[in-house]
């Protein structure tokens, strides 16, 4: 049976945090603490990375074979973020992250999920039709160029690193990073010409 | 369990609508939702991440749709909180001034007997199956692959088994592999020549395939 | 289509409630409901049964599940009715005075090609096996049989075949086969070793098995 | 995404039926005629099926021949019941009818379909584990007793004819048909005692 006769969730969500913080189970500056960590968990992290491997050779050497260590050195690390592999596009194949299960990603680098990656739409319909799926969201994919859809059923967590657009030869490294957004980390979109 | 949670390829969902330039959280008590998720776990210890991710996929499936993200996690976690002792249901309905619909119970059966592999058994470029199994619990072999044939790309590091973590089942640990599967394989006729389907998997959930 | 219509195994749901002395409608609305739903068929012939049941499984998956049977009939019935040109969608939500949530679209390519089978293949006692099909359309092989093998039990008289009929196919009527499937082969691990499930399935659905 | 906020389904219901009427589509009249009808279905014909099945063997050999036939000889027939199957139980077998894609039922001799028959719980879980399923709503059956579920996924439509119960060797058939309610129909309960 559904439930929608519900108390509001705002009421249940402070329902079970006053019970926790009276019995001493928690303080508030515990649940402070987390919110404050999903905040400083942001994409232009991802996006950083991505920018250095495009322009250190020895960096992305690093990056791809052992993304947490390259990616812990530049600072990002931490929960979700205890086995990051990074997926390196090419013309020949795109790659693209999804999590059916629930809605598993490599918080660190990525941030926390935006709602479209958490819905249901998203989740049932890019492992079956992903290049319908890209399409509907801008991005239309030649059909010689292969798409690997990867399924985080487990404890890898993936960041994408997607193809450096073309006239980006003169960019810093931080103009570089503006033009990789979380769509582009996840695999849904490419990165932005400058 | 095969569960309302395993949406891999179920049809019937309309278009993935982007929000431009989300914020980290858009409601006070998301924020919240997300805090209480993490400290139970990271500062309480009251249940693992195997068993919280269970406590989700026991929500009734029409609560599991009609749910926000976040209201599935404050879900979950509320429902590990009552079944672990550390909270009332009542207590909790009485806090919030009405009904707090939590998720089923566990299954009372949860777990199959699959053999431990603390050693990997297979390597990349193997090719192995997903077993065609069915667990009354977690599980995270998606059922989009089960039965299916795929090939080893990678093998990661060894990580708990969430079939027995999820259910206080003996200590675990075990490899995961990155199968790629084709989708022409996975859904015959959608036209997806080229494409191809990775998922993260336990060793325990596979067998190999002579080539 | 592998929508959320299709639930036979699906875990996660509650007891099943039963009421006593149920009425044959508890709501002025269901019978309109029910009424319409016939009548749209039968008096006006707008669509056909095999229209109408894919018009359902083509719901938003929560809103299947959040809806009673009747307002899923009136749903489908109303999509159709759309489709066809005998209504239209905005008349729809002036009259209803708000928003009126219909079904969505039908797929690119929802028939596969399956070979037409007007004489029948099987006979009793034969083992056949459920193709592992997947059309984007109506079909109604349900999921948890399909890569099964079972014994048939029983041949039905020929019926139009729903996946053709649903879309506007070829007219087609093929025998169906009571397909007998042991539970135990279909859900390792649930423990009914007696159990079978007998489902009715159309000749192009199947292939033989040699003994 | 889900649709929480549509007009009330009355109103809804009544813009379709109205719309249809005023095109001419249908009359009142029809709409009418539809659900005369299935207040004529009713679980107490199957009921009738039985006891007479029970209590004259050459209908029974008739029904379990050809359930269309037999059923239509008593003055059941039409929508939905153009192909029926009867299923009799036995002391080794107990047979129980389900529709998981839709709620497909034998709407002359059993009646329109009860809610619970048409509830996600009971299309999801009575082909998985009936047993548990049968149990819960009050039918313990001996673990040597096999169940075969049927599923109505084509045309068939199909009516159980439940083990007579014992001590009934004096009923009138009318008396048995008491005894013979639309959930013994289906097969989630066994007819009653006298």
Redesign the interface.
Known sequence: ????????????????????IA?K??SAE??????H???D??PQNGARVVARAWTDAAFRERLLTDATAACAEMGYAG?QGE?I?ALEDTPERHNVI?C????CTAWPVL??P???Y??????????????R?LR??GLELAA?I???????????RYMVIPLRPAGTENCSVDELAALVTR?ALIG?ALAAAP | MDGI???????G???????AD?P??H???Q??????M???Q???R?HNTDEY?HS??RM?P??Y??A????RV?TG??TL?VEKG??SAE???V???????LAGPIAADPMLALTPQPEPRFAVGDCVRVLPIHPAGHV???Q?CRGHEGLVL?R??R?RF?DTSAHAGPHRKEH?Y?V?FA?AD??PG?G?A?????????DSYLEGVRA
């Open positions: 049976m559904s439930n929608n006769g519900d108390a509001p969730i705002e009421a249940r969500t402070e329902a079970v945090a006053a019970a926790l019995n189970h928690l515990d649940l402070a603490h987390f919110v960590m999903a905040e968990w942001r929960l086995y592999v999804v059916t299960q629930c809605s941030g926390l935006p709602n479209w958490k819905s249901p739409e998203y989740r049932a319909r890019v492992v079956r039709e992903p290049r799926v509907e969201m010689e292969s798409i690997r859809v990867w399924e985080t059923s487990a404890e890898t769509e849904v | 949670h395993d949406l891999g390829g179920m049809q969902f309309g278009p993935v609508v982007v929000e989300e980290t959280f409601l006070q008590w924020a919240k939702a997300f805090a209480l993490v400290a139970t990271v500062v309480m009251s991710r989700i996929e009734n029409a609560h749709l009609r926000d993200y976040y209201e404050l976690t509320a909180l550390v909270l207590e909790l309905e806090a919030a001034g009405g009904s707090f619909a995270r072999a998606p989009f990678h990661a590091p990580f969430p995961t990155h790629e989708a996975l859904w959608e997806a080229n494409d191809t389907v990775v998922v993260d998997l336990w």
